[in-house]
């Protein structure tokens, strides 16, 4: 899990080819002192589904947008926002079209009101940014990952690796590995730089070669600034979500061409039980007694009712809130539980169990869920996200193309939402591209002196038929 430790921070600093790709490898690269393996691995497909329209309050922390199983399975990096159109802006009509004829960067062209309007945005990012928004799925890449062998995935999360995941679409896309870069931006020191392959930078169009120096100062100030607010408020967080919650993101024409505002937002949430004066068995006993509490009611009501019913009841209820909002239990009864579908098939399993064993299940059950719900750091992940240039500053290439998968991606919705066809015929030009270049994103990053981890993918690689 992507758990941040202070300390730890501190010493870490289309153009489309169809009939001729050049593949860019990243099966057996190394940055600084890590390396990048790229077995079969799982893709996200996913979506957060937070409240678009939530009242933000001013409050510092606040009941958690995001449930337990996404921040804890997923997190990553989450895009699902809608663009607004500027208040003064009315847009009758609206075409899109895609014209390969035109140079990289300008094969996008749109029309609002029978009027051409300029955009910028080259192929590496279009195609699956709009790949991504037809999808309908919302989470672009995590780090909590899963890989199609089981057994390699077991060994390497048990000795410190971690597994990387991507929504299908920005998979083996130089966009994906950025997105990669972005949520591991302040984990790892060798996100100052960009990946290479035999010493050559692998860059999109558009891009420069990074300046070292200057990042690794935007990365000293970036991970200050984190430091500072962890002072001010005296807690860290526990992790975050690179997402555009609470964000808004704004089109509107300027000089004949497209602007599209708003930044990603550092969305940091801690566990409830981390909270200061947290008391699992004051929980625990609080349950207890509104039980009981129930109980007496049924038992005045009628004094020879069948209070196992009431218990088996709540513990079919909570496995339904479980299976949506949560994911900590691996195995045993309540796991079994949560694996029935029916109504009927959770009960007849129940109620094999004696009325202490079922009370005694609800309450443990009941009380961790509790425990586990996360609390979002609304106060602190502001301060994190206040000031866009301070994050850029850490590696500006990262930065750019992750501020485009989002405004792209929220402009392409309202697109989709409100003129679907010409949504369809846009994205009927370009789902059959392959933005150039063509590369292996890893899904695989371990310490490179990892000698376990290093033998087993060489192992599975001499295996591969």
Known sequence: MKYLIYSS????????????????????????????????????????????????????????????????????????????????????HLNLNYYPNNSDGVRLELRINKKEVKSTIYDWQLIPIAKFVESNNTSCFTYFGRLENQDLEKLILENEGHVLNYHPDFANTLLGWRLADMDMLILYNFTIDLPKLNEKYILGAGENKPDLKANMDGSRKFLNHINTIQNIYGYRFQSYVITDYSRTIECRIENDSLLISGFPYYYCWNFKFQEPGF??????????????????????????????????????????????????????????????????????????????ALAKMLIEVCTQMISREPIYLKAFSDQMSAFPNLISNHNPAVWNATVNTMRFSAFFRYIKLNFPIEWEKFYAQVENLTPYPFVTTPTVIYDTGNKTISDALKQQNQNKP
Do not use: C
């Open 9 to 92: 921070l501190r010493n870490i600093f289309l153009f489309t080819v169809s009939s001729f790709i050049i593949i860019t490898s990243a099966k057996s690269q190394n940055r600084g002192s890590f390396s990048f393996a790229s077995p079969k691995a799982s893709f996200i497909e996913q979506r957060a589904d937070i409240p678009r329209q939530k009242i933000i309050s001013n409050s510092e922390k606040l009941p958690s947008a995001f449930n337990q199983k996404f921040v804890s399975t997923t997190g990553g990096i989450s895009f699902e926002n809608i663009a607004t159109i500027d208040s003064m802006l009315n847009i009758e």
């Open 279 to 356: 008391d699992i068995n004051a929980v625990a006993d609080s349950l207890k007694r509104k039980y009981e509490q129930l109980i007496d009611l049924k038992r005045e009501e009628n004094p020879i009712s069948d209070y196992r019913e009431l218990i088996i009841d709540s513990l079919i209820s909570a496995s339904v809130k479980y299976e949506k909002n949560y994911q900590f239990y691996e195995s045993g009864t309540f796991a079994t539980l949560v694996s029935l579908h029916s109504y009927d098939e959770k009960k007849l399993y129940l109620e094999k169990y004696s009325f202490e």
